[in-house]
């Protein structure tokens, strides 16, 4: 497993949401306080309780949260919104209040794709190959990775940030309290809590709500990032390799085959499914037109409280 991280060359990073899981308006609190640039001390500073209406650590973990989701980002000591925060949050955004499932999709791949800013969401999703999983077992492996490679992790610290990621994405208990509402990432079905508290249960299958121009944005990611100097690459990879849409999304094989099947129609040509004497592969043959392909997941609009 520890082989996951063996071509990274960063630090693993388990700690800056101080322990506070995503909750639903800090990513557009932290887009509006950065239009046009803010100092990074924008968070931090004496007024950031009255500017963002929370406490002030939970400032801090808005900044982190909004970072990592590739909200916001730092370019020098200043603090922007990205391009694809732009085109999601802004008042003319696609959807700046976070009520289509496909934004969440989106910011799942942002933490789950790639372990700069979330490194056990990326572990969690990417190496444990298993359905079933302990806390325990997770914390317990990704602590010895970070001993064995020198990184700064207290086993608090990796304990801490197993605790937020299964916040994160599994359902609340209906128990009440100050984090009784459901966590934003829920909602994709992703990790169920098994009746023993201590384990837990990634839901593979096909996905019915996640959709196909999420899927190929997706794709062009992990292949820009990943096999940028090839024209071809197995369907096998797209589907089993840490980072590729098929593992992150917790896709079947099945599933995750009729997609890639299908991707020359969603996505004009740029992907296409080749099946050449059994070997199944995908071809790029163009550049993919990204800013259409948001602009075909969006104008069927359907806010999250109306998909079954």
């Keep these: 497993m520890a082989s996951l991280f063996d071509n990274w060359s960063g630090k693993g990073q388990f700690a800056g949401h101080e322990t506070f899981p995503l909750r639903l308006l800090w990513l557009k609190k932290a887009f509006d306080a950065t239009i046009g640039g803010a100092p990074v ?43 694809f925060g732009t085109k999601l949050l802004a008042a003319d955004g696609f959807d ?46 990704l602590s010895g990775i970070a001993t064995e490679r020198n ?53 593979v299958g096909p996905k019915p709500t996640l959709d196909d121009g999420v899927f190929a944005l997706a794709l062009d990611d992990f292949w820009e990032r990943s096999h940028a100097d090839l024209a071809t690459v197995t369907a096998e990879q797209l589907c089993y390799s840490a980072g590729a849409p098929g593992r992150v999304f917790k896709l079947d094989e099945d599933s995750a085959v009729r997609r890639l099947m299908d991707i020359e129609d969603y996505t ?26 948001m602009n075909q997941i969006y104008p069927t609009f359907h806010r999250r409280s109306e998909v079954a």
């Design 151 to 203: 990184w700064r992790a207290a086993p608090k610290t990796v304990t801490n940030d197993v605790t937020v990621l299964l916040r994160n994405y599994c359902a609340r208990d209906g128990s009440g309290g100050e984090d009784a509402a459901e966590p934003l990432l829920a909602e994709l079905g992703l990790i169920r809590q098994g009746n023993d508290g201590g384990w837990f249960e990634f839901s």
């Design 41 to 83: 001390s924008v968070f931090k500073d004496e007024d950031a309780i009255v500017k963002f209406g929370v406490g002030k650590n939970m400032a801090v973990a808005m900044r982190y949260w909004a970072t990592a989701a590739g909200i916001i980002e730092q370019d020098g000591t200043i603090l922007r919104p990205t391009e």
């Design 96 to 141: 700046p209040y976070l009520e289509n499932i496909s934004s969440l999709w989106q910011i799942h791949w942002k933490f789950a794709s790639t372990p700069e800013f979330t490194t056990t969401t990326y572990f969690a999703f990417n190496a444990l190959l298993a359905s079933e999983f302990r806390s325990a077992d997770l914390v317990e492996a």
């Design 268 to 293: 004009d040509g740029a992907y296409v499914w080749v099946d050449t004497a059994g070997l199944r592969q995908i071809q790029k043959r163009k550049p993919l037109n990204r800013t259409k392909t």
